[in-house]
């Protein structure tokens, strides 16, 4: 195969690793470094993975059962609660749209509720659909859908009542599992990477990981593809 396809070369890496080496474009030299914690999220379960000077400490990954998947029935479920006249054999359809095309992490649920209440007509947004049978056209209002979505994975018991330990606290036990010398490294990262390999929104959104171990200063930064 490489032979009919005249291959120059063949690298290959793990993806937690290629992540961190990605996030060297929007960093100054002296801050480059293969170790962080790596969160890879796809369609049904969702690794934090962390990394250590390019090595990936596999006795330390651990996986949480929510991802891209529960993001859009968590979606679907909240139009249908607000019976927007969405036709029933598209709502699931229209639940991955809206996600993919509206859906941010806010850095504080209450005031983005308040957001939305005080200035509606600035955060709501419109989806228009095809019915696929009538070929008729239909719009609904998009508003706490836009962040109520990725918020399952601060709040989980939001879509799944059996597993209610939020992302950031599953990161602060992955980094605690380490080995010591490398936690205070892991900690110190000032970024860290959820990487969703689901269907792309494109999406790039912030949320504080975890106020009671990480500084404020420590963003999550989110780059949606659910």
């Known amino acids: 195969m490489f032979e009919s396809f005249n291959v120059p070369g063949l690298y290959i890496a793990v993806q937690a690793v290629l992540a961190l080496a990605a996030s060297w474009t929007s960093r100054q030299v002296g801050e480059r470094t293969l170790t962080g914690t790596v969160i890879d999220s796809g369609d049904g379960v969702t690794h934090v993975i962390p990394v250590a000077e390019g ?18 029935y968590f979606t679907q479920q909240l139009l249908r609660e607000r019976e927007v006249g969405i036709p029933p054999e598209q709502s699931l359809e229209t639940a991955k749209a809206v996600k993919e ?3 941010y992490v806010c850095p504080d649920l209450v005031k983005e509720f308040s957001k939305y209440d005080t200035d509606g007509t600035k955060w709501i947004k419109q989806y228009t659909g095809i019915n696929a049978i009538s070929k008729k056209e239909f719009t609904i209002d998009v508003g706490y859908e836009r962040f109520l979505g990725p918020e399952i994975f ?5 879509a799944n009542p059996d597993f209610t330990q939020p992302i950031s606290e599953v990161v602060d036990e992955v980094i605690q599992n380490c080995p010591i010398d490398v936690r205070r490294p ?41």
């Not at 990487?195 to 912030?206: E, K």
């Open 55 to 72: 090595y990936v400490i596999g006795s330390c990954i651990k996986h949480i059962p929510i991802a891209g998947r529960d993001i859009t």
């Open 101 to 103: 095309r509206f859906s």
């Open 154 to 158: 601060f709040h989980p018991e939001f």
């Open 186 to 226: 892991l900690y110190k990262v000032t970024e860290y990477y959820l990487l969703c390999t689901s269907t792309p929104s494109g999406h790039g959104v912030v949320h504080p990981c975890s106020q009671s171990f990480i500084s404020p200063k420590q963003l999550f930064l989110v780059t949606l593809y659910m």
